[in-house]
Each structure stands twice: as structure tokens, then as C-alpha cells.
């Protein structure tokens, strides 16, 4: 099994839409899995710059996956230990949640492994 890494990350800024309206944060937050391969998640880290609670939702094909609260101020690390695959061609992306009218900015750093 050969696998190699890859990863979601950036510095987004966002306006919060709500706590139950998504804010997409573009391509830079988004990950297509190859064709002839499988990808497995490793971690997400992820830091929220704002005074509030934000949290981000991982979709797959546009479906929830995994939340991600996300403390006023705080950072949060989260070790996946590799709990499950996801599919050829799947796309994965993430989206923010944040109280209307929140403006701020999250640091995101999510990794994964291409699996042969």
C-alpha cells in the first residue's frame, strides 16, 4: 500500500451566515479524491479567530461527514486515526457556521492520505 499525503488548509476569511446557514469558504477548502485512489482523514486542526462559538461541517458529496465546534479564540486538534475511507471521486469540502454578522477568521489544516 503506497499512500500519500494531502491536505485541506489555508486562512479563510468569513462573515458569519447564521448557525444554520453555511458559509463556503471556495476552492482552497475543497478536495477531490482521485479516480484510482481512496483517501483516508488524519487530523483537522483548526483555529477561529472571533469571540464566538463557529464550527465547520466536512461534506462529502455535499452530505455532512463530520462537525468541527470550534471555541471562541481557540484552536482545536482532532486525530481521526484513519476511521474510515472515502471513495474514488468523492468530493470532500469544508463549510463554516457562524452567529450572523461574526466576521473573523479561521485557519484550517485538515490532512489526509491518498491510498493506492
Do not use: C, W
Not at 464566538?52 to 452530505?63: F, H, K, S, V
Not at 463554516?96 to 493506492?116: C, Q, S, T
Amino acid at each position: 500500500m503506497h499512500a500519500t499525503p494531502r491536505f485541506i488548509q489555508g486562512v479563510f476569511k468569513f462573515e458569519g451566515n447564521g448557525l444554520q446557514a453555511p458559509v463556503r469558504l471556495g476552492p482552497g477548502a475543497q478536495y477531490k479524491v482521485p479516480s484510482d485512489k481512496r483517501a483516508q482523514i488524519v487530523y483537522a486542526r483548526i483555529g477561529n479567530s472571533t469571540d464566538e462559538l463557529i464550527y465547520l461541517t466536512l461534506l462529502r458529496d455535499d452530505q455532512p461527514m463530520r462537525h468541527f465546534p470550534v471555541g471562541a479564540k481557540q484552536g482545536l486538534h482532532v486525530p481521526l486515526a484513519v476511521t474510515e475511507d472515502v471513495f474514488p471521486e468523492s468530493r470532500l469540502e469544508l463549510t463554516l457556521f457562524a452567529p450572523k454578522g461574526i466576521a473573523g477568521v479561521v485557519v484550517i489544516d485538515l490532512g489526509l492520505l491518498e491510498v493506492d
